[in-house]
């Protein structure tokens, strides 16, 4: 009789059996084709807090009524980032669980805010373009629009658009010159480069609508209305494994690390939306936030990896008085989070309603 668990038969076993695959080859992915990805979650309190302590959220409005309710609210509704989370955590086993760098995300419309636990959302996916990648031939370059919506009334509630390396079935046979401008990022290594920098840095007065308006309207060609964030978030194991299971993220990267230990990155990495949450959680603790409206121009510049630090760093582009309800105005940050060596690991554009003084 065979022993199954003699050290030398089973290895020999799980050298002649096939592996049960998971995930799409780029292959397998048709322009225009809609996948309706199995899994969904029933949002809860319990996850958007666990998600926002986590990352250093800490509006009172998630998390009091009457701070909800002051704001328009009939509860606390869930955090926008945790949403953003739940609808990117279902998508993964469909779209990114073969690994391939994920390469940017933009156009991210938090199409309501009043969205509450309780609430049960399903996701879609359309695939939107394929690419080959002349410079790397194991991979095309594959673009979804993915879109989260609500099981009970049809209504989208979150959607984007995110671009991510995906490896062939069959490597693309090519000359081995050309590159398709996708190297920097799949390498982690981002090489935009826009000039000097500002003769001058102002900082808001304040975390007011009309402090940064002030600054703005101050700050003249040679200057830039720009500030770092003193709190910084160590990765630790609940961030980097703990969030992207709770979201249904199955990518190997963040969980695995026996699959990583041979991974440009040597060990799991951080999930990109943790990241991103908690350089957004940093600067909305120097905000009066009022809602969160859009977000653009995602990129992840390098890995993120247990024991670093993870800090934020922000631009004030523009603002709008006359945009929103009375008492608000509409501004438009660059954000860029960054490691304790001072390099950046993400950046982004986001749109916020912001609280007028008094």
């Known amino acids: 009789m065979t022993d199954w668990t003699d050290p030398e038969t089973f290895a020999a076993a799980l050298e002649a059996v096939t592996t049960k695959q998971k995930g799409n080859h780029f292959e397998e992915f048709t322009e225009g084709e809609t996948i309706e990805h199995a899994p969904g979650l029933g949002l809860s309190r319990h996850a958007s807090e666990l998600w926002a302590g986590q990352t250093l959220n800490h509006d009172p409005m ?32 469909d779209l990114s669980e073969k690994g391939g760098y994920f390469l940017g995300r933009d156009d991210v419309v938090v199409h309501d805010n009043a969205v509450y636990p309780g609430t049960d959302i399903r996701v879609e996916s359309t695939v939107e373009s394929k690419a080959a990648s002349s410079s790397r031939p194991d991979y095309g370059i594959v673009t979804w629009r993915t879109r989260g919506i609500d099981t009970g009334s049809g209504d989208v509630l979150v959607s984007y658009e995110r ?36 003769v001058e840095f102002l900082t808001p007065e304040g975390p007011y609508f009309e402090d940064f308006a002030a600054a703005l309207a101050t700050a003249g060609a040679d200057a830039a209305v720009a500030y770092r964030h003193e709190r910084g978030r160590t990765m630790d194991d609940p961030l980097v494994s703990g969030l992207p299971l709770s979201t249904l993220n199955t990518a190997r990267q963040h969980h695995n690390r ?6 440009p990155s040597g060990e799991i990495v951080a999930y990109g939306d943790v990241t991103r949450s908690v350089a957004l959680g940093h600067a909305r603790s120097d905000e009066a936030t009022y809602r969160e409206l859009e977000y653009g121009e995602e990129t992840f510049h390098d890995f993120v990896t247990l024991g670093d630090t993870v800090y ?39 749109a916020a309603l912001i609280e007028r003084r008094g």
């Open 163 to 198: 671009t991510n390396m995906v490896p062939r079935r069959e490597p693309l046979e090519t000359d081995g010159g050309g590159t398709d401008g996708s190297s920097s990022e799949a390498d982690g290594t981002h090489t935009d480069r826009e000039g000097s920098l500002p």
């Open 312 to 350: 934020g760093f922000t631009r004030v582009l523009e603002v709008d008085g006359d945009a929103g309800p009375g008492g608000v105005g509409r501004v438009k940050f660059e954000h860029i989070a960054f490691n304790q060596r001072e390099k950046p690991v993400y950046s982004g554009t986001r």
């Open 258 to 263: 026996d699959a990583m230990a041979d991974s």
């Open 62 to 93: 998630y998390w009091r009524t009457d701070a909800a309710r002051a704001r328009g609210f009939e509860e606390p509704p869930v955090h926008p980032d945790y949403l953003l989370a739940a609808v990117m955590g279902p998508s993964v086993e």
